[in-house]
């Protein structure tokens, strides 16, 4: 099966669990205060290992973040990403200074299922069009929002322009997927906003994943029973590195029908 019939297989599914992978230094490392890469926890030394092991808990996507990329604005821990694609078989999307169609190309090209665009969507809405135009169907991007407005990457600046209009904006581009997460006032990952997301599913046509902020089965529970407005999968973090959810009960709620 190829990655166009493969990243189509994988939409139809109503909810979709991806555990999340994040770079620095060629290492699985998590951003604990807004805007300080250095300040980073290293979580495990080996990428491709840690993507293994989430492959054999059964999870059928993987999200990978260029933490790096992300500040410098071009892909910086290839390496990785490429022992990931070397090495385990499931889907990537892939996230971190693709600001090029350039950059773009080159992962689809070396096996990336899906390219995650953040920062482009606000400031270059050509590029938008243009990767839509070239990979129709493999081109999403992720607004994360703070009290309904778009924040920049490292979290530490607020937007005027509103989640939603972005939103619109992207879809009317042709993105694929829209990723959302909730950013709270002091620069971190927030509880899950559950009505945004609702909101946000039901004012598009292109499926919402939603991105951090669960802390237990409850939280899966109740996105799992707003799935028919939309919101099609969630990405899980510190959650599952800290075992606050099990990957086997979690992915048995997320298939049931």
């Known amino acids: 099966m190829g990655i166009e019939q493969l990243v ?13 992978i994040h770079l620095k230094d060629n290492k699985v490392a998590r951003l604990t205060r807004a805007g300080d890469l250095q300040a980073a926890d290293i979580l495990h030394d080996d990428p491709a290992a840690r993507a293994a092991a989430f492959a054999a808990q059964g999870f059928e996507w ?12 071009q892909p910086v821990n290839a390496q990785s990403i490429t022992d990931i694609l070397h090495n385990v078989k ?3 999307q892939l996230s971190g200074g693709m600001r090029s169609m350039k950059h773009i190309e080159e992962w689809i090209e070396k096996g990336v299922a899906r390219i995650v665009l953040t920062s482009a969507a606000l400031q270059n809405p ?40 972005l939103a619109l904006q992207v879809e009317e581009a042709g993105v694929s997927t829209l990723i959302y997460a909730d950013i709270n006032n002091g620069g971190a990952l927030s509880e899950i906003n559950l009505e945004a997301i609702i909101d946000l599913a039901f004012a ?4 919402v994943v939603a991105s951090g902020g669960v802390h237990s089965m409850h939280d899966l529970e109740e ?22 959810l099990k990957a086997e009960e979690a992915l048995k709620l997320a298939k049931a029908g």
């Open 62 to 73: 993987l999200h990978v973040v260029d933490l790096d990329g992300a500040f410098v604005g």
């Open 90 to 92: 499931m889907p990537m």
């Open 126 to 165: 050509d590029l938008v069009r243009e990767a839509c135009r070239a990979f129709p169907g493999r081109i999403a991007v992720k607004i994360d929002s703070t009290a309904g407005y778009v924040t920049r990457t490292g979290w530490s600046n607020t937007t005027r322009m509103k989640a939603l209009d």
């Open 223 to 244: 996105l799992k029973e707003n799935a028919r407005a939309g919101i099609a999968g969630l990405i899980l973090g510190r959650a599952l590195y800290d075992g606050i």
């Open 8 to 20: 189509g297989k994988w939409h139809k599914a109503r909810m979709i669990l991806y555990p999340s």
């Open 204 to 207: 598009l046509t292109m499926p």
